[in-house]
């Protein structure tokens, strides 16, 4: 049967609550699991780490924020698999989040603008 | 039915959104789960974006989370970060045993499922242990208190400002409202006359600083332990299904997957909450 070529990684049942099954069991998987979980562990531990050291504010801000959306990345990609779904899928789902970045300037900059408003009267 | 359901699925069309096809080869039930995280997570974004809209407002007294959450189980002084950086990690953890028990449900291996989601359980109880403790001493502040203004400005004591510990202050010095030390006694005596005096927060009161600073807290961090508290009990529904051998007879273990999902997500909120309660 040539469309059996289509599903790739799983199949379908006759359920019509499970209509279709991800198979894709590696053996490698379980190595990818603990190395997601030690770049996990290691960012935690340097973030508590230079949170106390000698360096600007701004910069550790910033450096904490970068991090915080690799261990994000990370989690999405491989604990929730998200690295191994369609391009299309990872898509839906990603993207949205572009509004999020735009939530993200207005508000704070209304906050900043709150601020300097008490100040001026 | 049974009949005809197989008959679309023997032929399907050719293009991929025309039916017979599982256009991005997922489940739907797996499908619907992405998309309930994702309104979830627009949620505990646009939280996590109002407290930042506040804390820039009120940039100037704003509390430090470095002096706010200080105390470790078991060990005296202060010690800020530790005990958070403790939860982050029993959570990681448990997301590993939750990633661990969908690998196992791929290989089929029900034994090997029900070990990882009892684990998983397991840590979930202890984040949330974690965090009543948290909360706790929050809601209990420190022993030397505030000195709260009628017009809400905050006088804290000394002792509780770490960020001046290197300066000495004096034994019953306060901080004003703008870092300020205060050392005259005599000014000290009329704070504290007009004053009233305040330990830890609550919704109308806070020690620390800014009362919007506990109101945040209390609500995200809640609304997340509430996701933990859901997640577990899922985790245990889940987990009875597995001991009575519901996937095993089903024949695979997609449900494992989609709790994961949620689980997964929960761990994800935490990485945020802690960089943006904690760290920045």
Do not use: C
Not at chain 1, 77 to 91: I, T
Not at chain 2, 20 to 38: D, H
Not at chain 2, 119 to 128: H, K, N, R, V
Request: proline share 3%.
């Amino acid at each position: 049967m040539a469309h059996q070529h289509d599903k790739p990684h799983g199949y379908y049942t006759g359920d019509i609550h499970n209509q279709f099954v991800e198979e894709h069991y590696d053996p490698k998987n379980r190595a990818v699991i603990w190395r997601t979980f030690w770049i996990l562990l290691f960012i935690t531990i340097f973030e508590v780490a230079i949170a106390f050291a000698p360096i600007a504010k701004d910069i550790l801000m910033v450096t904490f924020i970068v991090l915080t959306i690799v261990k994000a990345y990370f989690i999405v990609a491989f604990f929730m698999h998200l690295k191994h779904e369609k391009l299309s899928f990872a898509y839906t789902i990603v993207l949205p989040f572009v509004l999020i970045v735009y939530l993200i300037g207005m508000a704070l900059a209304e906050g900043s603008f709150l601020n300097l408003w008490d100040h001026l009267f | 039915m049974a009949a005809e359901a197989t008959l679309t699925q023997e032929t399907p069309s050719k293009t991929l959104w025309s039916g017979g096809k599982s256009p991005f080869n997922v489940s739907w039930g797996k499908m619907m789960m992405w998309f309930f995280l994702v309104s979830d997570a627009f949620t505990f974004s646009s939280l996590i974006i109002a407290y930042g809209a506040m804390r820039h407002r009120f940039a100037e007294i704003w509390p430090k989370a470095n002096d706010v959450f200080t105390h470790f189980p078991f060990i005296e002084g202060h010690l800020p970060l530790a005990y958070v950086g403790l939860m982050t990690f029993i959570l990681i953890m448990s997301s590993v045993t939750m990633v661990l028990a969908v690998d196992a449900g791929h290989r089929r291996d029900n034994k090997s499922v029900a070990v990882w989601m009892f684990l998983t359980i397991i840590g979930g109880f202890m984040f949330l242990g974690s965090q009543a403790w948290e909360w706790y001493h929050f809601i209990h502040g420190t022993e030397a208190g505030a000195y709260i203004m009628q017009d809400g400005a905050i006088y804290r004591d000394a002792a509780n400002a770490y960020e001046l510990h290197a300066s000495n202050p004096p034994a019953g010095a306060l901080v004003s409202p703008s870092n300020e030390l205060i050392t005259d006694k005599a000014a000290i005596e009329g704070i504290k006359a007009k004053a009233e005096h305040i330990h830890g927060a609550n919704l109308v009161h806070n020690e620390y600083g800014h009362p919007l600073f506990a109101d945040f807290f209390f609500f995200i961090t809640g609304f997340h332990g509430f996701h933990v508290f859901s997640g577990v009990m899922i985790n245990i529904i889940i987990f009875l299904n597995v001991l009575a051998g519901v996937y095993a007879r089903r024949g695979h273990y997609e449900h494992i997957e989609k709790t994961g999902l949620y689980w997964h997500f929960v761990d994800l909120v935490w990485v945020f909450v802690f960089t943006f309660f904690y760290l920045v």
